[in-house]
């Protein structure tokens, strides 16, 4: 499987605080992905990119942004978190012509 | 539009029989299709990819799927269960029908239950 791994796993935060999830793969893969899943509902895209410094939007943006100043790291920052957004987060990554590899996920807690 | 639904939520089977869980899909494209599975508290495995080859598509862990254009079905399949299936399974579409610009659908799962 592809080297990924999110920091932290667990986070239990405030309504209206800034939170930051990371991501960081040890693939030199292009692509990256943000995802978050919610009962009901499977996966879902929030942001991806297809290199550093390209970024673009999913299905369920508002309220999310990234950045992706290396290759190895995609940071998925809530500006002001509210309580619709506790989810647990998958980040995944992809080579070319390779399907996508997930990392362990985030479980975000907001209270 | 793309769009991919599981048929079943939940499926239960008892350990030594056969598995059986169903995706159905829509795509303006020649899709591409994956089933991916997900243990609790872990991300998502890979078990096998339909990328316009072989209709019946062979994955890890015995499962084999087979892609059906008339029926736009995608169902997974596996001869025997064993109590380590026990997870959630996800039928996936890729948009644009390529497998290398990302960008997947996912359905909304299936739980597997093994019994004894």
């Known amino acids: 499987d592809a080297g990924i791994t999110q920091s932290p796993r667990h986070k239990v935060t405030e309504t209206g605080t800034p939170v930051t999830l990371r991501c960081h793969q040890t693939e030199n893969h292009r692509y990256m992905y943000w995802y978050r899943q919610d009962p009901g509902h499977g996966l879902r895209l929030i942001h991806y990119?297809?290199?550093?410094?390209?970024?673009d939007k999913g299905e369920v943006s508002d309220g999310y942004s990234v950045s992706r100043s290396k290759t190895e790291d995609f940071l998925l920052t809530l500006e002001s978190a509210t309580s619709s957004q506790t989810s647990v987060y998958f980040c995944?990554?992809?080579?070319?012509?390779?399907?996508?590899?997930f990392g362990d996920g985030t479980r975000l807690s907001i209270l | 539009a793309q769009s991919v639904t599981q048929l079943d939520s939940h499926v239960s089977v008892s350990e030594g029989t056969p598995v059986l869980l169903r995706c159905n899909y829509s795509s303006s494209y020649s899709p591409s299709l994956f089933w991916y599975v997900q243990h609790p508290n872990k991300g998502l495995q890979l078990l096998l990819k339909y990328t316009s080859a072989a209709t019946l598509v062979k994955g890890i862990n015995g499962f084999e799927a087979e892609f059906k254009k008339s029926e736009t079905s995608f169902h997974l399949t596996k001869p025997s269960a064993h109590m380590s299936d026990a997870a959630e399974y996800f039928c996936v579409v890729s948009i644009h029908g390529s497998s290398n610009t990302g960008k997947l659908i996912f359905g909304q799962g299936t739980t597997l239950q093994v019994k004894p």
């Open positions: 990119s297809y290199g550093v410094k390209d970024t």
């Open positions: 995944a990554s992809q080579g070319d012509n390779q399907p996508q590899h």
